[in-house]
């Protein structure tokens, strides 16, 4: 069973990767991106009786660092 | 306008970042994950004339290192 978790930045918190990201695309000549958030996408491949709450621990407990990171589960077959 | 662009190692690709994970799962006393695949995730928030086409040169050129990696692309409102 796979399961998807997005980790972003907090609203509030700068991030100097999506910066940088949006220097470079406005470099190669890019226009019209207003601003880039960089974040992490966590690809897990578990066994089927891995639960929510266990998928929810990981993610708090070392996945995303919940003072400046949102993360979002997405369970798949 | 805000799109979302989803970069994960190709199959056949080692992914240390990944196993890294796994390893701490397991260490943390999490049992059953099998495989771990670190990926990005890059928001996007752009001006609405910005093509797909523009976004899909932006990955090839920039987000995505299409030689080891895939690439999704995911607009919204």
Do not use: W
Not at 26 to 44: H, M, P, Q, T, Y
Not at 45 to 68: P, R, S
Request: negative net charge; hydrophobic residues 40%.
């Amino acid at each position: 069973m796979k399961t998807r978790v997005y980790v972003t930045l907090k609203g509030g918190v700068l991030d100097p990767q999506g910066k940088a990201i949006q220097n470079a695309l406005g470099g190669l000549g890019f226009s019209g991106v207003n601003d880039v958030r960089a974040g992490k996408l966590i690809e897990l491949d578990h066994d089927d009786d891995v639960t929510d709450a266990a998928i929810e621990e990981m993610c708090k407990k070392l996945l995303a660092n919940t003072v400046i990171e949102n993360f979002r589960i997405e369970r798949s077959a």
